[in-house]
């Protein structure tokens, strides 16, 4: 059994080199960029060794990929139990906490967007898979929304498919575009635009 070293279970030790190193892929993918940033030198930013890295990481492909999946994740879990709190049931109020939860998630801070809409974009077949998977996981999820509004009336009873699927990618760039642009655009302007392209996508007859 391995021994605590100053009082810190393996385990801690472990978890908190992971942890660096997922925030030094963070800092050197969206400043030096992924291709390239080296190994030597997440380990530096780090603080821990190369042999610890490979003990986490195959390569920096997969620091990359657990990152993206990292931000996604966050942001869904965020948005769902959002939504599961709400007491009020018209689509105007569900899709505006949908999306002011979304993208306050994903803008907190500005590194996030560079990361999953440039950074880990054609990176390898594996993030590519990993990123299909979420535009599915997230057009599923406003669908099952425009559903729930077409159930109450507000919008017509049609199929919502390519309606979800083409506005997670408008949300992708627009999110793509607020991380580029100079000077910065504002994090409500760009909310707004997602919120209102979101209501007349869904509601419109």
């Known amino acids: 059994?391995?021994?605590?070293?100053?009082?810190?279970?393996?385990?801690?030790?472990?978890?908190?080199?992971?942890?660096?190193?997922?925030?030094?892929?963070?800092?050197l993918f969206t400043t030096t960029g992924f291709a390239a940033t080296k190994i030597s030198?997440?380990?530096?930013?780090?603080?821990v060794s190369t042999r610890n890295f490979y003990e986490e990481?195959?390569?920096?492909?997969?620091?990359?990929?657990?990152?993206?999946?990292?931000?996604?994740?966050?942001a869904f879990d965020r948005v769902r139990a959002a939504l599961s709190r709400l007491e009020a049931d018209d689509v105007a109020t569900r899709v505006s906490t949908l999306l002011d939860v979304f993208v306050r998630s994903v803008t907190a801070d500005p590194r996030?967007?560079?990361?999953?809409?440039?950074?880990?974009?054609?990176?390898?077949?594996?993030i590519e898979r990993q990123h299909v998977r979420w535009v599915a996981t997230w057009a599923e999820?406003?669908?099952?929304?425009?559903l729930r509004a077409?159930?109450?009336?507000?919008?017509?009873?049609?199929?919502?498919?390519l309606t979800a699927i083409a506005l997670v990618g408008a949300i992708t760039g627009?999110?793509?575009?607020?991380?580029?642009?100079?000077?910065?655009?504002?994090?409500?302007?760009?909310?707004?635009?997602?919120?209102e392209l979101m209501?007349?996508?869904?509601t419109r007859r």
């Open 174 to 195: 627009l999110l793509r575009e607020w991380q580029a642009h100079e000077p910065p655009l504002a994090v409500e302007e760009i909310a707004a635009e997602i919120r």
């Open 41 to 47: 030198g997440l380990c530096t930013e780090a603080g």
């Open 150 to 161: 077409a159930d109450a009336g507000v919008a017509p009873q049609r199929s919502y498919r």
């Open 112 to 126: 996030v967007p560079r990361l999953a809409y440039v950074e880990a974009v054609g990176v390898n077949a594996e």
């Open 199 to 202: 209501l007349a996508a869904i």
């Open 1 to 27: 059994m391995a021994r605590a070293y100053a009082g810190v279970a393996p385990e801690q030790r472990r978890a908190e080199r992971r942890a660096r190193l997922l925030q030094a892929g963070l800092a």
């Open 57 to 74: 990481f195959a390569c920096k492909e997969d620091l990359l990929r657990e990152l993206h999946d990292l931000v996604n994740a966050t």
């Open 141 to 146: 999820f406003i669908e099952a929304e425009a």
